[in-house]
């Protein structure tokens, strides 16, 4: 997501003429539109400055007057971040165990066993040799 240079701001807490110079001297890029303003990315102000400070969403209600602050997020859409959690984390639990599985099925179609002995065989040389060979003398 592209931040003006007023969120980003808000975001990382640095004033204006710190984010211009490390914009300058190529710390943080940043992509200039049509109108001639710059914008940073929500990941390159994330690798810049760290985790950046939660600001209160487009929508969501300032409710000052109930105590709770301005700006705090919504409990709703981190409940449901939860959730995809854990579902994420149960399939990754599931995909291990088959990766396991797999490989373990794989080590029994690889295993050759080891073949027998090779029993060194003499030519007859006559029908006097292959009788003796039946006799096992």
């Known amino acids: 997501m592209w931040h003006t240079l007023a969120q980003a701001i808000e975001l990382t807490g640095r004033s204006r003429r710190s984010l ?10 940043y992509r ?13 102000l994330i690798r810049a400055y ?3 400070r939660a600001v209160a969403q487009p929508g969501t209600q300032s409710m000052a007057h109930s105590g709770t602050p301005v700006g705090t997020p919504s ?5 449901v971040i939860l959730e995809e959690l854990k579902s994420i984390r149960e399939e990754n639990r599931l995909l291990r165990q ?14 050759k066993p080891s073949s027998p002995p090779a029993v060194e065989v003499k030519k ?14």
């Open 50 to 52: 760290g985790p950046l």
């Open 75 to 79: 409990v709703e859409p981190l409940v």
């Open 98 to 111: 088959e990766v396991r599985e797999l490989r373990e099925v794989m080590l029994l179609l690889e295993h």
């Open 124 to 137: 007859a040389e006559s029908f006097a040799d292959l009788l003796r060979g039946l006799d096992g003398n």
């Open 20 to 29: 211009y110079r490390d914009m300058d001297e190529g710390r943080v890029s």
């Open 32 to 44: 200039v539109r049509d109108d001639g303003r710059r914008e940073l990315e929500t990941s390159e």
